[in-house]
């Protein structure tokens, strides 16, 4: 599965224009019909490395409804890549549509408690999987690695920045948003709505992934950056109806999906920031759409 370049699609919001701000959404959740948005992205590079490694066998970690399983069973079953996925949660039968996908690509599941799966590879139990599988290739929890990022950094591959003030993306890690950072110019000011409660962890977090991109300090050639942290509605996976409310309306009024984990809070983060002036008039913002939307399914 090749990136490509996906349309940058004008939307006209009556509460923005109306203070003179006009938001765009790149619609990377085109970038393919299953393996959507940043999880391409960020899987680009592993997926590049077991190519050319002949890896015959990818192990990796995530949570019952994840999008990196289902992007990573897929991708890797059209290469001829066995996959394993370390599950957090015991239970999952019956499986739910994710892990039901998953399975049908050839995935095989590792379920383990909550506890266990916190430990990683310091449970003796995660081991014992692991040892399963001794020449597997392992890909952390949502691609978030050095490989993820780099991935990342191509988000913005043939966009015409000049065109925008604010670059803004969900954030679950922090990978997403270095990448992003990372390839954006100086005059950019990039915004990550971070969909976890109390994730102010995530700015030290991004730092450290702009180091290792060996990225310039913020003010030397690369854009300003920011974790915002209010629009989490009660933390990961937390769904009220105000948010569900607010999708429905998004999508019949734009014909623009959501979802409420990631890019819903995102895109209602940024309507309440204009509500409350946050953004200069004239702003001009960029809205990354990282996909998921498998993830409205039950």
């Known amino acids: 599965m090749q990136l490509k370049h996906t349309p940058v699609i004008p939307l006209t919001i009556p509460e923005l224009v109306s203070k003179g701000i006009s938001l765009s959404v790149k619609r990377d959740d085109l970038q393919h019909s299953i393996v959507s948005g940043n999880k391409l992205f960020k899987l680009h590079y592993h997926l590049e490395h077991c190519k050319k490694s002949n890896i015959k066998t990818i192990v990796t970690f995530g949570g019952a409804y994840s999008n990196h399983l289902h992007a990573t069973a897929y991708a890797a079953n059209k290469l001829g890549i066995n996959t394993v996925a370390v599950i957090r949660g015991e239970q999952i039968i019956p499986l739910n549509a994710t892990l039901k996908d998953c399975t049908d690509w050839g995935m095989i599941l590792e379920p383990v408690t909550r506890k266990e799966y916190k430990e990683k590879t310091k449970s003796p139990v ?165 996909g998921g939307l498998q993830g409205n399914r039950s």
Not at 190 to 209: D, T
């Open 126 to 290: 995660i081991q014992t999987i692991l040892d399963q599988y001794p020449d597997a290739y392992l890909i952390p929890e949502g691609g978030c690695d050095l490989l993820g990022v780099q991935g990342a950094s191509k988000i913005l591959d043939g966009v015409d920045q000049s065109q925008f003030d604010y670059i803004v993306c969900a954030c679950g890690t922090g990978s997403t948003v270095s990448g992003v950072i990372s390839k954006s110019q100086p005059h950019i000011t990039v915004i990550g709505m971070a969909v976890l409660k109390g994730a102010h962890w995530m700015e030290s977090e991004v730092q450290a992934w702009l180091e290792k991109l060996n990225a310039p300090a913020s003010g030397e050639h690369l854009a300003k950056w920011m974790i915002n942290t209010d629009y989490h509605f009660g933390g990961y996976g937390k769904i009220k109806p105000a948010l569900t409310d607010f999708i429905r309306e998004i999508e019949s009024r734009y014909d623009l999906p959501l979802e409420p984990i990631y890019t819903g809070k995102s895109v209602y983060g940024i309507l309440d920031l204009a509500k409350k002036d946050y953004f200069p008039k004239g702003s001009r913002i960029l809205f990354i759409h990282t």
